[in-house]
C-alpha cells in the first residue's frame, strides 16, 4: 500500500507541474463553467441517474442467473453487493474491482474461485453488449452528420472485435482446456507467469460459460447485458442533453453519444483513487472537443457531471447497503490484492 500511494503522490505532483508549466497556455473561462454547471437540466441528469442505478438491478438479476446451477439465489439478495462493489471502485479505484466477486461469495456462501469465475465471464458479456450496441449506433449515424466516415470505420472496428469475441468465447466453450494448454506454452515462451495467468484466466472463461445451464439462459443473460448497456449509453445521452445552453450537446443522437462513452470507458480502465476521477474528466472533455465542437467549458461541466450520474451517484446508495448489509468497505475493498493471489493460484 505504501508503495502505490508513493506513485499515486508522483503522479499527482506530474500533473500539478504540467499544469503549471502550461498555465499560459490554458484558456478556461471559469464563469462560463459555473454558467454551465448552474443551468443544467436536472430533469434529464434525474433520468440519467435513475438508468444507471437500474442497471444495478440488472446486474444482480444476470449474476443470480449465471449461479442458479449451483444455488438458487433471489436476485434482491445480490443487488446491495453490487452497489457496495462499484462504490469501492468509485472510491479506490480499479484496482477494487474485484471486491465485487469477494462479497458476492460471502452473501451468497460460495467459493471465492467460482465467483471469480462469474466475474470473468460477466465481464466479457459486458465487452460483447457494449461493442454490439456500439458498432450498430455507429453503423446507422446519418451521413449528413460531421466525422460519418470515422464512425462507420469505428462503428465496423468494434463489430469486427464483436465477432472476435465470439468465436474466442465459442472455442473457449468447446475446447477450454486446449485453448488454456496453447495459451499457457506460446505466452510461456515470453514470461513463464504471463503464461499460467492468462491460461488460468481461459479456464475460468470456460467454468463461467459452464454456468449457463441452457442457451435460454445464454439468451437472456445476453438480452440483460444488452438492455444495461443500452440504459448506460442512455444515461450519457441524458446528460449531454442536460446541457440545454449547448447546441452541440443538446442536440446529440443516441448513435453519436456512443463515441463519447467509448471515451469513458477507455479513460477509466486504469482508474486511481481520486486521480482518476480528473484524468477521466480530461478523456470525456478532449472527446467533446474533438468530436462535437463543444466548447472546452461545456465539454469539461458536462464530463464532470457524467463522472456524478455514472459513478460518484452511486456511492451515496453502496454506503447505505454497506450499512445494512453490515459491510466495512475499505477492508473490503483491499481483499483485492488476496482475490489476486488465490485467482493467480488457481
Partial sequence: ?????????????????????????????????MLQLRTVSLGHLAAGIALIWGTFWLRAWRWSIFISPTKKVPFTRLVGSQFIGFTAVALFGRLADLTRPYLLAKRVDLSLSSQVAVYTIERMFDLAAAAIIFSTAMAVTPKGLPHHDLFVRVGLGSLVVTVAIAVFAVSVRIAGGAVAAFARTTIGRLSKPAGESFATKVLGFRDGLNTLASF????????ISLTMWGMIGGAYYETAHAFVRTPELAGLTFSRTMLLMAASIGGGLLTLPIIGWFTQIAAMAAAMQAFYGAPIEAATACGALLLVVTMLSIVPVGLIFAQIEQVSLKPAAIEHEAIAGVDAAE
Avoid: E
Fill in 1 to 33: 500500500m505504501k508503495k502505490r500511494n508513493a506513485i499515486f503522490l508522483v503522479i499527482l505532483i506530474a500533473l500539478a507541474v504540467t499544469v503549471f508549466l502550461n498555465r499560459g497556455r490554458i484558456h478556461f473561462d471559469w464563469s462560463a463553467f
Fill in 216 to 223: 435460454q439462459d445464454f439468451l437472456l443473460v445476453l438480452a
